[in-house]
T-cell receptor, first 116, second 113 residues
């Protein structure tokens, strides 16, 4: 069965510092990987996605993620965080079946706190 | 270009009641998926509708059912509500056969008393 692990429940980073959020997945086929962000009381906003090609993908808001097949990881990074980045971050995996039109499996999320 | 819209925003029910949640997909999308997000957890896949039929289902009981209309909008119905059904219910839409991701609405917050 597919699964996603986000090892860090909470992460605290100073404003302007770099950020890395970890994500490990278990999937039996070619995965379709996503990072979503959720602000309090809101839905999920897509930051970036990966299903093939260059293993370093760029997303919105200055985020990037690197796919490492050998480590089954898809870590999210940002060189310099802003106070507005404080939110809940979710990694998700789904089947690459010609569309994002299948059920996704999500991790439990990482809560990002930004210190001034 | 409207994104995914869900109604109502909030809902309070009591145990044993039934509830219907509604979702309009993003313009141009034909597939709707529903997720349940309990407090402090990641979303869990309930089911997906395409061409007015349930195409895929997660590990949820038959109390959870749905419907998709010809205009691609969708409803999620939950019968015999339990306290554990309290959650944020998220709708996501996508285009079948395309490589695009799912786009999410802001959800319906369901509280069971």
């Amino acid at each position: 069965a597919q699964s996603v692990t986000q090892p860090d429940i909470h992460i605290t980073v100073s404003e302007g510092a770099s950020l890395e959020l970890r994500c490990n997945y278990s999937y039996g086929a070619t995965p379709y990987l996503f990072w979503y962000v959720q602000s309090p009381g809101q839905g999920l906003q897509l930051l970036l996605k990966y299903f093939s090609g260059d293993t370093l993908v760029q997303g919105i808001k200055g985020f990037e993620a690197e796919f490492k097949r050998s480590q089954s990881s898809f870590n999210l990074r940002k060189p310099s965080v802003h106070w507005s980045d404080a939110a809940e971050y979710f990694c998700a995996v789904g089947p690459y079946s010609g569309g994002g039109a299948d059920g996704l499996t999500f991790g439990k999320g990482t809560h990002l706190i930004i210190q001034p | 270009d409207a994104g995914v819209t869900q109604s109502p925003t909030h809902l309070i029910k009591t145990r044993g009641q039934q509830v219907t949640l509604r979702c309009s997909p993003k313009s141009g999308h034909d597939t709707v998926s529903w997720y349940q997000q309990a407090l402090g957890q990641g979303p869990q896949f309930i089911f997906q509708y395409y061409e007015e039929e349930e195409r895929q289902r997660g590990n949820f009981p038959d109390r959870f059912s749905g419907h998709q209309f010809p205009n691609y909008s969708s409803e999620l119905n939950v019968n015999a509500l339990l306290l554990g059904d309290s959650a944020l219910y998220l709708c996501a839409s996508s285009l079948a056969g395309a490589s695009g991701p799912q786009h999410f609405g802001d959800g319906t917050r369901l509280s069971i008393l």
